[in-house]
């Protein structure tokens, strides 16, 4: 029998696509025959998952958790390519698993996906069992964590589709030495805000706005003013007011709570501060809406196939 090494799993891996420890089982199975424990894998569906990896997966769950003490909270984005699979409960358990995983791990989703679930495996190989098992192309697209000395992290879930689990979370970070309970709530209520506004916030405050989507929009306002046919002295003074207006609308600090229109954020936070007794401020704050960004495509009619494989056809 063939010596079953780390770089034979690998390989066999890297052509199958399925799981780290199915393809050592395949190979135990097989005594290390290469061929085999790819005949072997096929037989019980595990080599399906590479095949699948071009599909757009565009649907999916949202997941969120805070630490028991408070002071850290995560979002990551498990996508599919149908909400079919969204509402299975594999499929939605993994998703809250990855988030608790996110919760100790000091990095983005490389580090995640290398990292260790209870059972022993890898966040990665679990994903692809996933996609062997249920028969649609799956990833972790991006996660988030935020976290506080003092003060409190407050989730908030939209759309909810489980336990932990929904297709919006929005996590605020609130640093303060005033009461947590207090603090976690107007955190919630910002949450909320964040999930709910008509103009989703791009940033804190104007300081912390991408360059780039300032100087789009400076270019956007610049040729509507030139198009007015006012003279460019006017034109640029134009622009700048422009400017400043877009930055109130789409900053948090600045935004008008959805709550009670008459009051901005800002405003929010100073009376918080007040009710406390000690200085608030906002730490970070994180939106993830399942999905956006991504284009989806029109891959296999995944539904049709299970209709299919169970003669429903």
């Known amino acids: 029998m063939a010596e079953i090494t780390a770089a034979l799993v690998k390989d066999l891996r890297e052509k199958s696509g399925a799981g780290m420890m199915d393809c050592k089982k395949a190979l135990q199975e097989n005594a290390g025959d290469m061929e085999a424990a790819m005949d072997w894998l096929r037989t019980k569906g595990l080599s399906k998952a590479a095949k699948k990896s071009d599909r757009a997966a565009a649907e999916g769950l949202v997941a969120g958790l805070v630490s028991d003490d408070g002071k850290t909270g995560v979002l990551v984005e498990l996508n599919a390519e149908t909400d079919f699979v969204a509402k299975n409960d594999k499929f939605q358990g993994a998703a809250r698993e990855i988030a608790k995983v996110a919760l100790g791990v000091q990095g983005e989703v490389e580090a995640i996906s290398s990292a260790k679930l209870p059972s022993g495996e890898t966040v990665s190989d679990h994903i692809t069992n996933l996609i062997a098992t249920i028969g649609e192309n799956m990833r972790l697209r991006r ?17 909810v589709q489980g336990e932990g689990v929904a297709r919006l979370g929005v996590l605020v970070a609130l640093e303060s030495t005033g009461d947590q309970a207090q603090l976690k709530d107007v955190g919630r209520k910002i949450a909320m805000h964040v999930a709910g506004t008509p103009t989703p916030p791009l940033a804190l405050n104007s300081d912390e706005l991408d360059p780039a989507v300032v100087a789009k929009e400076r270019e956007i306002q610049t040729q509507t003013a030139m198009e007015s046919g006012k003279p ?35 405003q929010l936070i100073a009376e918080t501060a007040k009710s406390v007794g000690a200085p608030v401020s906002i730490k970070g704050f994180v939106r993830f809406q399942l999905g956006e960004g991504v284009e989806k495509g029109s891959g296999p009619d995944f539904a049709a196939e299970v209709a299919q494989m169970t003669g429903q056809a």
Do not use: C
């Not at 996660?143 to 759309?159: E, F, K, M, P, T």
């Open 232 to 266: 460019r002295e006017i034109a640029e003074k134009m622009v700048e007011g422009r400017i400043r207006k877009w930055q109130e609308e789409v900053v948090l600090l600045k935004q008008p709570f959805v709550m009670n229109p008459d009051q901005t954020i800002e």
């Open 143 to 159: 996660s988030a964590r935020l976290s506080v000395g003092q003060g409190a992290v407050a989730l908030y879930l939209h759309n």
